[in-house]
């Protein structure tokens, strides 16, 4: 009975542990949250902002800007489009993040935390001077653009502007996000058991086999938490296409961000934030109980050397 | 010749020789092990027979063909890992599964193939089971059943049972040698603890410092120790060196330090003068109170030092005056008798002449 008393922390102990980082986000989260899904609800006001909550003895709460919302595709065209982007970087960013996190994975103590760094050394620069220099180097001076132009005209095409264009925001947004898919990558992958590739091969695995039926199962939790690190801020994204992308290239991101700043529709505004959300969780949600499947024995996948 | 050649193999990491010149034929069907300290190059020697090491020096030859250009995954041997390296995300039977289809065995084999391998190991009703949800032993048996299951020529094991406890390791063990008798497979076993490898084996190579010392059957192993290392490594011994006084016919007699002479059948040509030790089982002499006056046994007296009961035996620690101790070993077959003497007994210590085994140094 001591035992058990001394392991269970007191009451108090436990909110002064927990106290904090639940205020902030109740203050920072859940009370922003909670404002703006009541905005979605109300009126805009005249020029911009909200109407009054209660206008003439009445409360004014109504459904029009989810009407709004449901009545014009063109809004959840524009969904459709950054999910594909978002869904798109993914994809690119497991790709390039694979190789890249079994190499660092792979290689000696020594340089591994060297590698590691450069991962991460693009975010001691601001975000959007990196999306700027994009600018630079994807601009129609740039090598880059006019080595791909040089090649075009051999085959007698027009050249093309690699700026302003979805190329130019993919580009970016893959740039942007893969060190998100790296870590967890590499966290996961540098777990990994040798013993049990030797065993794999031991049992006639060849390396392909070795790859496809062992590593990449067991390095799917890290995949799926890449996944999500990468999609859902690859969702929401206003900055890049704003900076990188043409006309066409809005994404769902930039409306939300018109609509609070440039037509002032605040509840349009948050209705859209609020199915952003939704969607996103929902996809987040869906990837960890695919993940769950996956993830039976994490613990025992470790052994030594035999 | 035999299934498995290893011939002349050496492995060297930077200046350090882990495997020195090693030479040992297999038999098809045998159950042979590599016994030796830690460190001694076991492991090493088992990754290069699997392949997953190359030799700097020497050859290895299955079925008399040459294996270097093979890989691990095209080598008929299969090895069990001490870590057991069972996949975590597949279960039982998809563990057992899995070097079927890498063989690509036809799909509507594969699930009898599993039972049946399952049966040897005698884990049936386990195959929805991950290797999570089985105790130690099970998973050790999964091991097994998976490096079974395509009917390898042979299979390497590195001590397979180090990690399970006491009683585990003892069933594991009658187990192992059923399932090898059963199978007729030719079994390659790794292990540092003696008694596993004389209770196991038919033959052993005891190794130490990357080179064999001694390869035999386990009762001469045992029982004629071919060098000091043997000898001091397998069981409890007592080892008494001097140097040739006599020899007559077929028994020599050495003069020990300490203790005087003893004299030792032996067909060993070393000559008078030579350098020897005499290795002697504690269990081989006897102890008693007074002399057997008139036998040509080797006899000494002393007394008793030390004690150690051990239930089924007594360990008795025996004081010669001239400084030299002798470790004897008496059964307790008498029920409830702890022990024949106490500390400080005046007792004599004598043991035939062919008791002991002249090593020569
Ligand atoms: N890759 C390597 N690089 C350098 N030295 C190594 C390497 N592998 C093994 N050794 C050395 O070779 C020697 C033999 O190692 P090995 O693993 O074969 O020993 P072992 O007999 O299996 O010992 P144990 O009973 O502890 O498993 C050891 O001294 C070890 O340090
Ligand atoms: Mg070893």
């Known amino acids: ?306 | 010749m035999a299934l498995l050649e290893i011939q002349n193999v050496t492995r060297r990491f930077g200046d350090f020789t882990a495997v020195d010149n090693v030479s040992i034929g297999i038999e098809a069907g045998e159950f042979f092990t590599l016994l030796g300290p830690s460190g001694c190059g076991k492991t090493t020697l088992l990754r290069m027979i699997a392949g997953f090491d190359l030799p700097d020096g020497g050859r290895i030859l299955l079925k008399g063909e040459d294996l270097v250009d093979r890989p691990p995954e095209r080598r008929p041997m299969r090895m069990v890992f001490q870590s057991y390296a069972l996949f975590p995300h597949m279960t039982v039977e998809g563990n057992v599964a899995f070097p079927l289809q890498m063989a690509k065995t036809p799909a509507s084999e594969i699930s009898a193939k599993v039972e049946a391998a399952l049966e040897d190991v005698r884990l049936t009703g386990f195959d929805k089971r991950y290797p999570h949800e089985l105790s130690g032993g099970q998973r050790q048996r999964v091991a097994i059943g998976r490096a079974l299951v395509t009917h390898p020529s042979v299979l390497l094991l590195d001590e397979p049972l180090a990690a399970l406890d006491a009683k585990l390791r003892e069933e594991m063990q009658i187990e192992l040698i059923n399932l090898q008798k059963e199978v007729g497979i030719t079994f390659v076993y790794v292990t540092h603890d003696q008694t596993e490898a004389l209770a196991l084996s038919h033959r052993i190579a005891v190794m130490n410092k990357g080179r064999i010392e001694q390869l035999d059957v386990p009762s001469k192993i045992y029982g004629f120790p071919k060098t000091r290392f043997v000898a001091d490594f397998i069981g409890h011994i007592n080892l008494l060196s001097g140097s040739v006084s006599e020899r007559q016919g077929g028994v020599i007699t050495l003069a020990v330090e300490g203790l005087g002479p003893v004299r030792v059948t032996s067909a060993s040509p070393i000559s008078v003068g030579g350098a020897g030790t005499i290795a002697l089982r504690p269990e081989k002499i006897r102890i008693q109170s007074s002399a057997p006056t008139d036998s040509p046994d080797n006899h000494y007296r002393g007394t008793v030092g030390d004690l150690l009961y051990m239930g089924d035996v007594t360990v008795y620690k025996v004081s010669i005056p001239g400084g030299t101790r002798i470790e004897a070993l008496l059964a307790n077959s008498q029920s409830g008798r702890a022990k024949f003497f106490e500390i400080g007994d005046a007792v004599e210590v004598s043991w035939p002449v062919d008791a002991g085994h002249l090593i020569e140094e």
């Open chain 1, 1 to 306: 009975m001591i035992v058990v008393a001394v392991h269970t922390p007191s009451r108090l102990g436990r909110w002064l542990v927990s106290g904090p980082p639940l205020a902030y986000l109740i203050v920072f989260f859940a009370l922003p949250s909670l404002i703006m899904v009541l905005a979605s609800f109300r009126t805009p006001g005249e020029f911009g902002g909200l109407a009054p909550l209660i206008e003439e003895g009445k409360l004014d709460l109504n459904l029009e800007s989810y009407a709004r919302f449901f009545s014009e595709s063109v809004y959840a065209q524009i969904f459709l489009k950054s999910f594909g982007y978002a869904l798109l970087t993914t994809l690119f960013c497991i790709t390039l993040a694979y190789p890249l996190a079994s190499l660092i994975a792979r290689s000696s103590r020594r340089y591994r935390d060297l590698l590691l760094l450069l991962v991460i050394l693009p975010f001691w620069s601001n975000f959007l001077i990196r999306i700027y220099a994009w600018m630079i180097l994807l601009g129609p001076n740039a090598a880059l653009a006019r080595t791909v132009n040089r090649v075009l005209a051999w085959f007698g095409h027009d050249p093309v502007p690699l700026l302003f264009s979805a190329f130019a925001v993919l580009v970016c947004l893959v740039y942007v996000h893969l060190p998100f898919m790296v870590l967890p990558l590499y966290a996961n992958l540098e777990k990994h058991d040798q013993a049990l590739l030797d065993a794999a091969q031991d049992l006639g695995a060849n390396a392909w086999q070795r790859f496809w039926r062992i590593t990449f199962p067991l390095s799917l939790p890290g995949v799926y938490a890449g996944a999500a690190l990468v999609f859902i801020p690859a969702f929401g994204i206003f900055a890049i296409p704003d900076i990188l992308g043409g006309p066409e290239d809005s994404l769902i991101g930039n409306v939300i961000k018109q609509q609070f700043l440039e037509t002032r529709d605040w509840p349009f505004g948050s209705v859209l934030s609020i199915v952003l959300t939704v969607v996103a969780l929902a996809f987040a949600g869906l990837a960890a109980w695919v993940a769950r499947g996956n993830l039976r024995t994490p613990s025992s996948a470790r052994g030594s050397r035999a």
